[in-house]
């Protein structure tokens, strides 16, 4: 093991071949990863900086994977958080296996974290909050998307779009991206679409390396359920992994 306890804050700086993690690893690996995806976004080398993979598993152990966006990352006490239907594919096997994983990857800074930990919703503050925060659009598309159920055609999803618009008291334009009226609609979150968040029990922080001989390091603890959405967590133990 080769970790150190304190919260050794990175050197912030695009990575390139022969850059390395520190000779003494970092105590704390969500301290690193946040300011690795604070970098990323700085750089606005990419439309998306905050794009992640999440993995979940079903009920027959068949894996699916999908990019979504990190809108929180907390470092302390460590965790992330995504919004989603809760009644898509992913949330829908979290809900029976609370397990997932998730990797950030940036190509043009040679860096990817990799975080597998346990789920749990938002807080209903929490995803009211950010709710808010969204475009009128965005906030429609919540209501009006039955996320990952089929529908026959586009034109049926339009047709849709306008019935759940309606429903909520608005008349779209021609085009279903316009507004009939003037003036910012209030559109409340469903209580369908939320947050959620992952607590990570394993990161681990990857430095593209010359000859493909990269630079890994892999830290893990223990969490334990505290309440309906936090976890109690232990230190992290921290070790270098070969290539």
């Known amino acids: ?43 606005d080398l990419q439309r998306n900086p905050n794009s992640m993979t ?17 809108k929180a990352f907390v470092p302390d006490p460590g965790y992330l958080v995504f919004y989603t239907n809760y009644r898509s594919r992913k949330a829908r096997e979290l809900a029976k296996n609370a397990r997932a994983a998730a990797v950030f990857h940036w190509d043009s800074l040679g860096r990817q974290i990799r975080l597998e930990g346990r789920t749990v919703l ?36 339009e047709e849709q779009l306008r019935k759940r618009a309606g429903e909520l008291g608005l008349t779209l334009g021609d085009d279903t991206q316009s507004l009939a009226d ?23 922080l990857w430095v593209e390396g010359r000859d493909r001989i990269h630079d890994r390091a892999r830290y893990t603890r223990d969490i334990v359920p505290a309440s309906e959405h936090h976890f ?8 270098r992994l070969q290539p």
């Open 1 to 43: 093991m080769e970790s150190s306890p304190e919260h050794t804050e990175p050197a912030l700086k695009a990575s390139k071949p022969g850059d390395r993690l520190p000779e003494t690893l970092p105590g704390d690996p969500m301290h690193w990863a946040d300011a690795w995806i604070k970098e990323a976004a700085a750089a």
């Open 54 to 70: 999440i993995a979940t598993v079903d009920a027959d152990a068949q894996p699916s994977a999908r990019v979504v966006l990190c």
């Open 122 to 157: 938002s807080p209903a503050d929490e995803s009211d909050a950010y709710f808010a925060t969204r475009d009128w659009g965005s906030r429609l598309g919540a209501w009006a998307s039955d996320q990952s159920a089929p529908i026959e055609s586009r034109t049926a999803l």
């Open 182 to 204: 003037d003036g910012e609609p209030d559109i409340p979150r469903p209580q369908h679409w939320g947050g959620i968040r992952l607590w990570p029990t394993a990161v681990e």
């Open 232 to 239: 109690t967590v232990g230190p992290w133990t921290g070790m």
